[in-house]
């Protein structure tokens, strides 16, 4: 049986050739539509992604032609297609967690009038995977897929606190890189939570992504403690503020993740 090889470490500076580089800048194009599905242009693509015209326009054809994309004529802009569904549909299907979650966080987003979400983390983000809301917490419009930052956020300060010392460093080392100048102010607040969270078993956001809401977020581990989901309650500051949230919410969403990690024990 032959070795697998092992990929070059970031600090070589050396490029693993065995990444396709086509496919991947396809998938990052997919990746620049946000939760509303805004159509953009290739201009608008190239700028985020920092690529040229000339190779967003042949990405963005391919995917049209396969069906991931759809191109309004009149103005020139893209949007992501139905065939997008496809690739997440079968992972999705398959995770019994969110049958498990459910129950749960439904009985708690009616409870708090508000959004509950279960998430995991993917890179330097959380993508959520299920999504239990109320009328009142229409207002902030984030449903299943969507990515939200791991550093400002109730959920990903959650699972940040979670992880093992080491881990964690290495992780807010990463994060560090996106936030150029603004990382110290960034820094304070997310290592602020972190303790909290390592006091009192959930963490807060407190307007620190969206300026208008707040959330706290609360791991889902296995028995050894290691983070493997999260779920989090949040909404408009108006109706989810702080205090009813350390107060009330947050410690009844504390009790969702364990009720969620025991049953869901040999899953995780």
Known sequence: MVKRKEAPTAESGLKDYRINSG???GLAVLKVFGPDNRPISNAEIASRLSLSK???SRLTFTLLELGYLVHDEASGRYALGPAVLTLGYDVLAQMEI???ARPYMQELAEYADASVYLGCANGNEVIYVDACRTPASMAIRLGVGSRIPMAST???RAILAALPAAEREAKLAEIAKE???DWSRVEASTRE???FAHEHGYALSDGDWIAEANSAGAAVCREDGYPVYAVNVGGLRSIVTTERLKTDLAPRLLKVSQQIA????GML
């Open 179 to 181: 936030y150029g100048d």
């Open 262 to 265: 025991k049953v869901a024990r």
């Open 54 to 56: 000339a190779t967003v």
């Open 98 to 100: 969110r049958d498990i």
């Open 154 to 156: 109730g959920m990903g």
């Open 193 to 195: 939570a972190i303790k």
């Open 23 to 25: 496919l991947s800048r």
